[in-house]
T-cell receptor, first 114, second 114 residues
Framework: AQSVTQLGSHVSVSEGALVLLRCNYS??????LFWYVQYPNQGLQLLLKYTTGATLVKGINGFEAEFKKSETSFHLTKPSAHMSDAAEYFC????????????FGDGTTLTVKP | DTAVSQTPKYLVTQMGNDKSIKCEQN?????MYWYKQDSKKFLKIMFS???????INETVPNRFSPKSPDKAHLNLHINSLELGDSAVYFCASSQVSGGNYGYTFGSGTRLTVV
């Protein structure tokens, strides 16, 4: 069964600092991995995804994530935080055999301090 | 042109009533989903349809009945609404054949049962 654990329900950084949001997954087969962002009172928006190939994937808004199979991790990073990055972030895992079903982590609230 | 649109955006109703939420996608995707997001922002899949066929039906009370008249539409009907049904309901779509499992979400329907 597929599952995702996001470490840290709240992360606070200063503007201009590195953003690191942690995600570990469990999957019985090679996974597809995703990060989504949710701004207040909005739907989720896909930031980036890993399917196959290059393990470092780049997404929108300057975010990137690295798939590390040995660590079963897919952490999200951004070199320099902006105030506009404050939002809820969700990691998700999907398996090809699961008909596209994605299982989401519990979310991490990112706060950016001026 | 909204890719995944849900109506209504807000729904306030009394316990015991029956209500419907509608979802439409214009992306040509073959799979559509309903997710429930509770007050702690946890996301849980409810149903999934692939080309009008129900393929995922999680443990959801049978008061919830999805209907997909065609692959671009997925509606959710809820009978005998209860206080615990209060949540944000998200519709999403993806193109599963071809292996693109990233979701496009609607903006959500905030259901409040009083």
């Amino acid at each position: 069964a597929q599952s995702v654990t996001q470490l840290g329900s709240h992360v606070s950084v200063s503007e201009g600092a590195l953003v690191l949001l942690r995600c570990n997954y469990s999957s019985s087969v090679p996974p597809y991995l995703f990060w989504y962002v949710q701004y207040p009172n909005q739907g989720l928006q896909l930031l980036l995804k890993y399917t196959t190939g290059a393990t470092l994937v780049k997404g929108i808004n300057g975010f990137e994530a690295e798939f590390k199979k040995s660590e079963t991790s897919f952490h999200l990073t951004k070199p320099s935080a902006h105030m506009s990055d404050a939002a809820e972030y969700f990691c998700a895992v999907s398996e090809a055999a699961n008909a596209g079903k994605s299982t989401f982590g519990d979310g991490t609230t990112l706060t950016v301090k001026p | 042109d909204t890719a995944v649109s849900q109506t209504p955006k807000y729904l306030v109703t009394q316990m015991g009533n029956d209500k419907s939420i509608k979802c439409e996608q214009n992306l040509g995707h073959d799979t559509m989903y309903w997710y429930k997001q509770d007050s702690k922002k946890f996301l849980k899949i409810m149903f999934s349809y692939n080309n009008k066929e129900l393929i995922i039906n999680e443990t959801v009370p049978n008061r919830f009945s999805p209907k997909s008249p065609d692959k671009a539409h997925l509606n959710l009907h809820i009978n005998s609404l209860e206080l615990g049904d209060s949540a944000v309901y998200f519709c999403a779509s993806s193109q599963v054949s071809g292996g693109n499992y990233g979701y496009t979400f609607g903006s959500g329907t905030r259901l409040t049962v009083v």
